[in-house]
Structures are given as C-alpha cells and as structure tokens.
C-alpha cells in the first residue's frame, strides 16, 4: 500500500480533516487565537527555539535512547523490537517535552499563572516541574479522591512549589477537576494560560502538543536508520489523549512503508465504563471544544464513563489527528486488555530490566505479539512512554507478589 504524503497541519480553523476546530463560545475563541498568533510568532524566533532545544539536552536527557531489546525480542520469537526511551526523561516519561513547551511560552507571553487539572497526578507533577523552572506559578485541580490515592504525586506536585487545589464536588475526579480549573481559568485568561495536557482541546492546542511531542518522531527518525540501516516495520504507541503517539508517528508519516500503529485500552471488556478505547469503539462527536472520535454508547453527544488499568489512557476522546489518520488509514488502532497490559508489563521487567509505565506497556503487549506473526527480519519500534515506578505498588499488590 503506498500513501501520499500526509499532511498535519491543520487548516486556518485548526481542522486535521474533518476534526478539531475550536467548538468554544467566542471570547475563548479570541483568547484561543491570541494562543495561537502568539506561538506562531514565537516558534519563529531563535530565542524560543535555543531555549527549547537547551532545556530539551541538558535538562530532560535527549535524545532519549534507542535501545534493542533482545531477550524480550527472542522470547517472542519472531521479529525485533525496538524502544524509543522516553521513560529515561527527566520526571520519568514523554510529558515533560509538551510542559516545557506549553510553560515556555506561557513565560513568553506574559502569562501570571499556569492551571491545569491532573488525573492521577503525572501531568500535574510534569507541569509543576516546568513552572518550577520558568518560574511561573502553577496551580493545580485534583478531584479529592485522586489526592487520596496518588500520594507520591502530591507530595511532589507540592515540593515543586505548586498550588494543590483539592476538588471536593461531585465525583471528586478528574471530571470535576477539570471543571474546576477552568472555571478559576476563566476568571482570567488574559493572565492565566491553561496548559492541556495531550493533543486534545480547542485549536491550537492539539497542533501544539504534537510540535512539541515532534522531538521524539525527529531523533527516532535518525536513530533507526543509523543503528539498522533500514526504517522500522511498524511504530507502535499507545493512546489516551494520544501526544505521545503523535510524536513519534510524526518522524516517519511520509515514510509510506511503515505502519502506523496506535494501542488503545480494552480493560476488562466491551460494556460501557470497562474499557477507553475510543478509536476502536467510538464515533465522530464533539468533547472540550474540539471534534473527534467520542466514546458515546450510553447518550449521544455524552461522554461515556471510561476505565483502563492504565490512568494516563482513561480519555473519552482522542485528539482529532488521531480520528484523521484512523479514517484516511494512514494509522491503524489496535486495543489490548488489563490482561494484556499486565503481561507486557512483567515480561518487560523480567527480561529486560525495565519497568515500564502501565501506559506503555499496552504498546509493548502489542509489539510482543505482532512480533511473534512476523519474520525475524522485521523489526519493530515502540515508544516507550513511561516508567513504571508509579505503578509499582499496585502492579505488586494485584499479582500478589
Ligand atoms: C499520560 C501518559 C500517557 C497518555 O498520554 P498520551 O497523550 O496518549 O501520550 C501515556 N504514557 C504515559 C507514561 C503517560 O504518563
């Protein structure tokens, strides 16, 4: 099958296709496009991009290293694989490309104060520590039941300077939490930048975080090359809000032979609320201002609940370059189980001495077994989003170890 080249850019509406676009009441519209003007220009100039560059060698570690897994490759008995390392970051995973950028400009524009909402508190500890570093004020909403649960992640968003605010309303989860932060975002905007945390929102945050995830995609782009003499067979990454698989697919769109492979979560089955597959299960609708792919079984135009062993992939939606590669298939979206996920997770660790982040273990799961159908001349790559400290605990705790 051969592509044309495939383009990324999103139209003057902030469009990839048929989805994106800014579906928000018309002042945020304006300050949306202030955003946008403004990283525009910004982008442009050598100041942004030195430091960018800076931050990205001496502070986060890159390039991040691409490592062959060998035993894990022989255990599956087929072709090799591959690991992009962004678990070796700085903070331990791919966000911080995305904070650092997102902080950067909130500096360079002028911005009072960063906000945002965290789930189980990766992309609150990542923001926190790029805030710390520009020396901007970050504020932080997290539903009360999360705060419980994610100790570790409070202690640091706090020894990173940053405002916890503990959410108490409703669900007291991440829904709530980012109700919360934005209604404190929208008290002003002019002055407060809200940094979203994957490619998902109104444009142009979605064009954004994938410029900034771009990193990934350029240096795996080289390195592969240089280490095999050939370009990978597939690229394989997981996906919630999908940033981390935007930015390694970004490095080989053009790259006709190689398959795009994106790994959503099934969880524990196909029912409502037991999975967050939203490519695999969805269809088109519209969530946090922009239009995409939308899990939407239980009422139309409603998210549905979501669950994945997983926390940083419990996403209704999935950013709208996502939904664009799916239906021009360019990319194709596979989904593996809590099951699945698990077994990756072990194999990895025992193989290879590395623990990966339960996120990307769901992308190793499916290298694993696509690894096993093809020959041993293949060879695939998996970005490695994230380490496995956090889940640790309760990896040990659900197996009984
Ligand atoms: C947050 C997170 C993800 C999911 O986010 P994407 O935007 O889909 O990349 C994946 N892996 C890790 C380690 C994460 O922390």
Request: with cysteine; proline share 5%.
């Given at each position: 099958m051969s592509h044309p080249s495939v383009n990324l850019r999103p139209n003057a509406e902030g469009y990839f296709g048929a989805y994106g676009g800014q579906h928000i009441p018309p002042h945020l519209k304006v300050i949306m496009d202030e955003i946008g003007e403004a990283y525009l220009a910004i982008r442009q100039t050598s100041a942004y991009q030195d430091e960018l560059a800076e931050l990205y060698q001496h502070y986060v570690g890159r390039p991040s290293p691409l490592f062959h897994a060998r035993r894990l490759s022989e255990k599956c008995g087929g072709a090799r694989i591959w690991l992009k390392r962004e678990?070796?970051?700085?903070?331990?995973?791919?966000?911080?490309?995305h904070c650092l950028g997102e902080a950067l400009l909130a500096k360079h524009m002028g911005k009072t104060k960063v906000l945002a909402e965290t789930g189980a508190g990766q992309h609150g500890v990542?923001?926190?520590?790029?805030?710390a570093l520009v020396g901007l004020p970050c504020e932080i909403h997290m539903g009360a039941i999360d705060?419980?649960?994610?100790?570790?992640?409070?202690?640091?968003?706090?020894i990173l300077g940053a405002d916890l605010i503990c959410v108490e309303r409703g669900t007291k989860t991440l829904k709530d939490a980012v109700d919360s932060a934005f209604e404190e975002y929208l008290k002003d905007p002019q002055n407060f930048?809200?940094?979203?945390?994957?490619?998902v929102g109104p444009h142009p945050f979605p064009m954004m975080v994938a410029d900034f995830q771009s990193i990934i995609g350029r240096e795996a782009r080289e390195q592969f090359p240089a280490r095999t003499g050939k370009l990978p067979d597939a690229v394989v990454a997981c996906v919630g809000g999908g940033s981390n698989a935007m930015g390694?697919?970004?490095?080989f769109l053009d790259d006709a032979g190689v398959r795009l492979v994106g790994v959503e979560p099934s969880g524990t089955g196909r029912e409502v609320g037991a999975h967050a597959a939203t490519l695999s299960y969805g269809k088109p609708g519209t969530l946090h201002g922009f239009h995409s792919y939308?899990?939407?079984?239980?009422?139309?135009?409603?998210?549905?609940?979501?669950?994945?062993?997983?926390?940083?992939?419990?996403?209704?939606?999935?950013?709208?370059?996502?939904?664009?590669?799916?239906?021009?298939?360019?990319?194709?979206?596979?989904?593996?189980?809590?099951?699945?996920?698990?077994?990756a997770f072990m194999t990895l660790s025992r193989t290879e001495g590395i623990i990966p982040a339960l996120e990307s273990a769901h992308a190793v799961a499916w290298a694993m077994q696509e690894a096993a159908r093809l020959g041993p001349e293949a060879d695939i790559l998996v970005?490695?989003?994230?380490?496995?400290?956090?889940?640790?605990?309760?990896?040990?705790?659900?197996?009984?170890l």
């Open positions: 678990d070796l970051n700085h903070t331990g995973a791919h966000k911080i490309n990542a923001l926190a520590t790029a805030c705060v419980a649960k994610e100790h570790p992640n409070v202690t640091k968003m706090k930048f809200y940094a979203i945390g994957s490619v390694i697919f970004s490095g939308l899990l939407q079984e239980m009422a139309e135009g409603e998210p549905d609940p979501v669950y994945s062993i997983a926390s940083g992939l419990d996403y209704p939606a999935v950013g709208p370059q996502h939904a664009y590669l799916k239906d021009i298939g360019r990319a194709e979206y596979h989904a593996i189980d809590d099951a699945g996920c698990l077994d970005n490695l989003s994230g380490r496995g400290d956090k889940d640790a605990d309760f990896v040990a705790d659900k197996l009984g």
